[in-house]
């Protein structure tokens, strides 16, 4: 019986050893590519194999010393190794500018070390967690390049950006009590706080994006980056710019397509808020999304026919700054607060009033308060998509009037079509959600 066991037995070890060697071929497979590496596809498969036969030493149960002993060696022989290399490569050449900015392989060393700790565990722990974690050291490695050049892309502004998005998220709101603090009990810091941190997140990718794209950024990426930093924001400076330069044809289509991104956005933010509330509100947003996508696609194609062309459109403002985030935190806390208020004391007709006044200037909070107040089970799901239809009914009326009032009266006759409706069907919807 244990004879008949034994072959089982050693054949899952052969494939704990082969999937070792296999993740030490894979990562030096990326690395062989690299002219300046101190190793190449053979050591780190044997690097893999070494931290397979380590873990397959170590008593089972104990502590995994030999594995990290093997790392240990790794990481310090490629550490030697690319310090050699680079004095070498020193003493070949008389550029001292190049030689004060060689890499010395502690790349190459730590992803030695990282090699023999993933072949290790292909035999000690589970072979797909190994095999995924391979994989993406290989991505990693192989992304070097263009990581670099995006890195070197962002202004001191985006770097800024990031860390005040580290602070928000990261700092902030572990800090921040998980309670309701006020009689309506309408008021949870923390998650007010997460909610503004979704928003942002949202905002810091379209303006990143923007940023990295820079002067390349062409209309359809202006536009649609624009509806996930500020569809507002992206409609005022289309309208300024075709009033200032001309190309109501190329400001109509940036201004649509950002219209267009937003109700996409809300069915994030709402579904995340409550999913009870977006299954009755995802096929009013999607039909606006679809009729405003579509107009800002036929100004686009008619831009690109005419060569119409807008000046770049000014960089958008940094939607992580503290004070925008305080701001907009601010903003939610007062329309929850409202919301409540008046559902409990004036009804569903001051709420829809509440609704109809935020829709002007903001979106995100009234959708995300109604969406809230159907997860708490104070608000029935068709009134809040109710709500947030009318409030977006009211801001694509606000964005249609910024066009003729901020731009030309060409842009507003562009606009018209597809703004009038898009502000119908969510009108529609709050009379049938």
């Known amino acids: ?51 397979g036969l380590a873990a397959l030493l170590n008593p089972a149960g104990s502590t995994p010393w030999m594995l990290l002993a093997v790392a240990l060696v790794a990481g310090i022989a490629g550490v030697a190794g690319g310090i050699a290399t680079a004095g070498r490569a020193r003493a070949q050449t008389e550029d001292p500018e190049r030689d004060s900015q060689r890499d010395v392989g502690l790349t190459t060393a730590f992803a030695l070390v990282c090699t023999v700790l993933l ?5 000690m722990g589970d072979r797909m967690t190994a095999v995924v974690a391979s994989g993406v050291l290989f991505l990693l490695l192989y992304i070097r390049d263009p990581l670099h050049a995006m890195i070197r892309r962002l202004g001191h ?23 309701a603090i006020d009689p309506l009990e309408a008021i949870n810091p923390r998650a007010a706080w997460l909610l503004v941190v979704l928003v942002v997140s949202l905002s810091l990718a379209g303006y990143l994006a923007q940023a990295m794209l820079g002067p390349r950024a062409g209309l359809l990426a202006t536009g649609l980056l624009g509806g996930l930093v500020s569809s507002t924001a992206t409609t005022v400076g289309a309208a300024r710019r075709a009033r200032e330069e001309g190309g109501e044809t190329a400001a109509a289509a940036m201004s649509l397509l950002a219209c267009g991104v937003l109700p996409l956005r809300l069915v994030v933010l709402v579904g995340i808020a ?20 579509l107009g800002g696609f036929v100004s686009l194609r008619a831009a690109v026919r ?10 958008p403002r940094n939607p992580t700054q503290l004070t925008s985030a305080i701001a907009f935190a601010g903003i939610y806390v ?91 069907v969510a009108a529609v919807g709050v009379a049938l959600a």
């Open 1 to 51: 019986m244990g004879a008949a066991g034994s072959p089982t037995f050693a054949s899952g070890e052969l494939v704990s050893l082969g999937i070792a060697l296999g993740v030490g071929l894979l990562v030096g497979f990326e690395r062989e590519r690299q002219v300046d590496t101190v190793a190449g596809v053979r050591t780190f498969g044997l690097a893999g194999l070494g931290g």
């Open 119 to 123: 072949g290790g565990y292909a035999v």
């Open 157 to 179: 502004e985006d770097v800024r950006a990031i860390a005040t998005f580290v602070l928000v998220a990261l700092v902030i709101l572990p800090v921040l009590p998980d309670r």
């Open 274 to 293: 409550s999913p009870m509330a977006l299954a009755r509100l995802w096929p009013w947003l999607a039909g606006v999304a679809a009729v405003t996508l």
């Open 306 to 315: 005419g060569h119409a062309a807008v000046g770049t459109l000014p960089k």
């Open 334 to 424: 007062l329309i929850r607060f409202v919301t409540k208020a008046s559902l409990a004391w004036l009804g569903t007709g001051a709420f829809f009033a509440v609704a109809a006044l935020s829709g002007v200037t903001d979106m995100d909070a009234i959708a995300m308060s109604s969406a809230r107040e159907v997860f708490d089970g104070t608000l029935d799901a068709s009134t809040a998509a109710r709500a947030t239809l009318l409030a977006l009914a009211v801001n694509t009326a606000f964005k249609l009037f910024v066009a003729g009032w901020a731009g030309t009266r060409a842009l507003f006759m562009r606009v018209l079509p597809a703004l009038a409706v898009a502000a119908s």
